[in-house]
């Protein structure tokens, strides 16, 4: 099983690697100390196993775990027992107490690997972004266009609603499914939003016109093309 563990006390991630490098059957590819980073990873790369602490500055660890798009197994370490309920409701395979022992957390990879099955990764339907000081949640369906600002984006929504975040055209173009465009340096288009096109302009369906630059010309002619 490949495993991450994302908790903001480094001595709690050098015990989780200690015990995992003393472990056969899992390995443990990524740790992180920054919540939003360690999101952010296993958005892209999700694990078989998540060890995860609840009680974090930046996002709570229930809360992260409600904005992952599909959660993977979750071992929750954490000093607060308070939170046992809430974490099992999550259906959390074990919930280790600090400080816990290799025999306890042993006995949690053993539980683990009962439920253990190759992974396999759904489609997403969604993305999560930085944004008004929280995880925010974008349905793909709902985005009619993406626009560069230098340093952010700005992703416009249904409704004449958009989101302010701090990120690249390039690297919110990897979180994208089939069906957005390139059509500009500045500009992502969603295919389904597009009404027409002229010359160098794209009209969408809410009646924003965006130019095409000479880069992305040619395969937007060849997707508008009858067939």
Request: aromatic share 12%.
């Amino acid at each position: 099983m490949n495993a991450i563990a994302i908790d903001d006390e480094p001595l709690a991630l050098e015990i989780i690697r200690d015990f995992c490098g003393r472990m056969p059957g899992i390995e443990l590819i990524a740790f992180f100390d920054d919540a939003v980073t360690g999101r952010q990873f296993v958005e892209d790369h999700p694990p078989d196993l998540l060890f995860l602490d609840i009680h974090m500055p930046d996002i709570n660890g229930l809360d992260l775990v409600n904005s992952l798009s599909a959660p993977p197994m979750l071992i929750f370490t954490t000093a607060h027992k308070e939170f046992a309920l809430e974490g099992f409701e999550l259906e959390a395979v074990d919930y280790l107490l600090k400080p816990f022992s290799f025999g306890r957390f042993e006995k949690a990879i053993h539980k683990a690997a009962k439920f253990y099955q190759p992974h396999k990764q759904p489609q997403p339907d969604s993305l999560f972004v930085y944004a008004e000081y929280r995880m925010m949640k974008i349905l793909f369906t709902d985005i009619i266009y993406i626009e560069s600002l230098d340093d952010y984006i700005k992703i416009h929504l249904k409704n004449g609603r958009f989101i302010l975040t701090l990120l690249s055209l390039k690297k919110v173009a990897e979180k994208l499914p089939a069906g957005f465009m390139r059509i500009h340096r500045s500009y992502i288009v969603s295919s389904k939003q597009i009404d027409s096109f002229l010359g160098r302009k794209l009209r969408l369906i809410s009646g924003a016109e965006l130019p095409v630059s000479e880069t992305y010309l040619p395969a937007l002619q060849q997707w508008m093309k009858p067939s």
